[in-house]
Nanobody, 117 residues
Framework: QVQLVESGGGLVQPGGSLRLSCVVS????????MTWYRQAPGKERELVAA????????NYADSVKGRFTISRDNAKNTVYLQMNSLKPEDTAVYYC??????????WGQGTQVTVSS
């Protein structure tokens, strides 16, 4: 059974930090590239960050470059998103997703991040 379980979301003040985690099971984690997406109310889901299956390459949306860091631990079947200098516009539901070379994609259920004073 494929599972992607996100955690680490919550309420944080502007300028604060959060670390999201996504633990996966039911498939070969090290064979999948991993991404974090987010969706704010009334907006389309957008790609935030991506990491290759080996962790050797990462990519970020312009809006989060220099503030967010994606990483993975293949021994723990976990991908992380370190979010620093958070802004109110970062408020969204954050989803992790796994992508294979054969275009198979698995999604997590999402975790809410709210940035507000």
């Amino acid at each position: 059974q494929v599972q992607l379980v996100e955690s680490g979301g919550g309420l944080v003040q502007p300028g604060g930090s959060l670390r999201l985690s996504c633990v996966v099971s039911g498939f070969s984690f090290r064979m999948f590239g991993m991404t974090w997406y987010r969706q704010a109310p009334g907006k389309e889901r957008e790609l935030v960050a991506a990491v290759t299956n080996t962790g050797g390459s990462t990519n970020y949306a312009d809006s989060v470059k220099g503030r967010f860091t994606i990483s993975r631990d293949n021994a723990k079947n976990t991908v992380y998103l370190q979010m620093n200098s958070l802004k109110p516009e970062d408020t969204a539901v954050y989803y992790c997703a796994a992508h294979s070379l054969t275009k198979v994609t698995y999604w997590g259920q999402g975790t809410q991040v709210t940035v507000s004073s």
